[in-house]
């Protein structure tokens, strides 16, 4: 009978406790996606425009994604060192821009707010890059779903914390910044010793898919549960015991998962030993160096003796070929009748350092396609509150929050059928990157015509669509281009975010809305002249220009639905260069 020391000895190093950790930390890492409800605080409380508060959405975008020194950091410390440093930086930065705020120290200028928004926003990589390299590592055989989950929460955490602040209910809105700045450091502080690779790869065990199919009900209860509490606030008054109610329920369903690993570590029975027994396939799969070297040279040969129209067999009889010509090649040289080559460098599936990568066209294809796609979603959170504004909707909070829930739901969704993608099919995953790129670019014309509920609609669209990137694009790089690096690639792919928000953002859409803004107010002064109005010498100038109708966000929208669809080019050129690669890497499980 194993003793209860050695339970908890083996419940800290579960798996899916790190997993469930991760989760946890997750849930309230994605402060950049309240950007939209926290902008309206600034721009009023700093008096800043459009163009200012733009700028603001580029310095959190920058530090959202530039952290590619992280991945290396991770190598050296221990990587909760790494979420120390992380918190740390979260609550300096928004901590300070708090305290600006309600006029508690003197207001700095706009370039000390960007980088105050960067610092604490930057404080994310470290979490993203923590969690997703440990439990990437922990569930090498379960990329698609791990990354989903973990990047779903991420991004429904502007509609957890922003629950939590209804709860709070402070007639002060400076409070959100507080909640954003104090909140996520706590937990950071609560569960940095856990999340860290614990040898997952040899837990593996028959329940692993029950555990997953939980998961998986978890987030679809949380997330209804979410949308329904939402739109009862909105359209109901209710009190506040009652949104204290709803929130400790929300507190409930996040912690529910808890019970995987402690069901784990701790059985109500005894299970079989070949349950209990841990699967050493991984010591099974990865022969000495030798053997591996050789068989890697034989690949090399391979590729270059294979006929093209092989490619293009069914799956079981290009398996057949490749087999047969395989044997050849190693008798041939076994008897020295063929001079095999050794490659230069890792071929696409396995290993690669960064600059390895930086060199291939299919990393850059990933990075311009996520440029484009997530840029152009990102366009729409980072200025969805001033959009809602434009439309006549008072509560822009409902909007974040709801755009923060199918944000979580398309990367739930993404990193499972594009697991399914690979997994029944052998085709390349980033052909789920397109089908989410197109979703975008119909959500963007909605938000273009400006119809009745169109902003429903296309904040539904979206948020999948944006969602449904950040869990293709990590899994994808790592299958392409290895898991050793995997840190440093990710955090470079992330560069992609702040570019396409520094454009499309920082440059198209606030320099479209400033432009309306200032036709509306030039016709508005005119027409007030006409009508000889004695208050029109007591417009204050240094009110900033607001935008009224569909018109303020026209041209942008039509814009960037364009630009998803160039995005779709990039993914499916993606898709015809690795069906290959998809086809060695995955085909096998389907022959």
């Known amino acids: 009978m194993i003793r209860l020391p050695e339970r908890f000895r083996a419940f800290f190093n579960n798996r899916w406790l790190v997993f469930v950790a991760a989760m946890w930390i997750q849930s309230c890492a994605g ?71 309600t006029h508690r120290v003197p207001t ?16 994310e ?26 990047k779903g929460f991420s991004g429904l955490s502007g509609a957890i914390l922003t629950q939590i602040y209804t709860m709070i209910h402070s007639p002060d809105h400076a409070s ?15 569960l940095m010793f856990i999340v860290r690779p614990v040898g997952g790869h040899r837990q593996v065990r028959p329940t692993d898919d029950l555990s997953f199919t939980f998961i998986y009900g978890v987030c679809l209860v949380l997330a209804a549960y979410l949308m329904g509490v939402m739109l009862l606030q909105d359209l109901v008054h ?47 799969e990865e022969p000495g160096k030798s053997e591996q070297d050789a068989t890697e040279v034989i690949f090399s040969e391979l590729e270059d003796e294979k006929p ?52 291939k066209a299919d990393f850059w294809l990933i990075f311009f396609s996520l440029l484009l796609g997530s840029g152009s979603g990102l366009t729409v959170i980072d200025n969805l509150g001033q959009m809602s504004q434009s439309l006549g909707y008072d509560n822009t909070h409902i909007f974040v929050s709801m755009i923060s829930i199918w944000n979580f739901l398309g990367r739930i969704g993404g990193g499972y059928f594009s697991e399914m993608i690979v997994r029944d099919y052998a085709y390349p995953r980033p052909v789920a990157m397109a089908v989410a790129q197109v979703t975008m670019a119909l959500g963007h014309l909605f938000f273009a015509m400006g119809w009745p509920g169109s902003l429903y609609i296309g904040t539904l669209l979206i948020g999948l669509g944006y969602g449904a990137h950040w869990a293709i694009v990590p899994a994808a790089a790592s299958e392409l281009f290895g898991l050793k690096n995997f840190g440093a ?40 002249q006409n009508m000889g109005s004695i208050f029109s010498g007591m417009l204050s100038v240094d009110d900033p220009p607001k935008c009224e109708g569909s018109i303020c966000f026209f041209l942008t929208s039509m814009i960037m639905s364009g630009i998803c669809i160039i995005a779709v080019v990039l993914s499916m050129v993606l898709v015809h260069r690795t069906k290959v690669v998809y086809a060695n890497l995955y085909g096998k499980s389907r022959t």
């Open 238 to 284: 209710l009190s506040h015991t009652v949104v204290t109610i709803f929130t400790a329920i929300l507190f409930v369903l996040v912690l529910v998962p808890i019970v995987i690993p402690v069901s784990l570590s701790f059985p109500s029975e005894p299970k079989a030993p070949e349950l209990e027994a841990l699967l050493t396939e991984p010591q099974k």
């Open 31 to 101: 402060i950049g996606y309240l950007f939209g409800s926290l902008s309206p605080v600034i721009k009023s409380s700093l008096n800043y425009n459009q163009r200012q508060i733009a700028r603001l959405g580029v310095a959190k975008d920058i530090g959202d994604s530039v952290g590619f020194w992280i991945g290396s950091l991770c190598e050296i410390l221990p990587l909760w060192v790494a979420l120390l440093i992380g918190a740390l930086q979260n609550l300096i930065g928004y901590g300070w821009v708090w305290l600006i705020i």
């Open 308 to 359: 093209k129209e092989v490619d293009l067999l069914p799956a079981s009889e290009r398996q057949k070929r490749i087999a047969h010509l395989q044997a050849k090649l190693f008798q041939a040289a076994a008897e020295g009748a063929v001079r095999v080559k050794r490659r230069r460098g890792p071929r696409r599936g396995e290993d690669f350092t960064l600059m390895q990568a930086l060199i």
């Open 176 to 190: 959100l910044l507080f909640m954003v700045a104090v909140g996520p450091t706590m937990v950071v502080f609560a």
């Open 489 to 528: 690639l990710y955090n470079f792919i992330n560069l992609a975010n702040p570019t396409g928000s520094l454009v499309f953002s920082g440059v198209i859409a606030s320099s479209i809305y400033d432009r309306e803004a200032e036709k509306q107010a030039h016709h508005h002064h005119h027409q007030q």
């Open 108 to 123: 700095l200028p706009l370039w000390a707010i960007c980088i105050l928004i960067f610092v604490g926003t930057n404080g």
């Open 125 to 150: 990589t470290y979490f993203n890059t923590v969690d997703l390299v440990s439990c990437v590592q922990n569930f090498p055989k379960s990329r698609g779903p791990v990354v989903g989950i973990l």
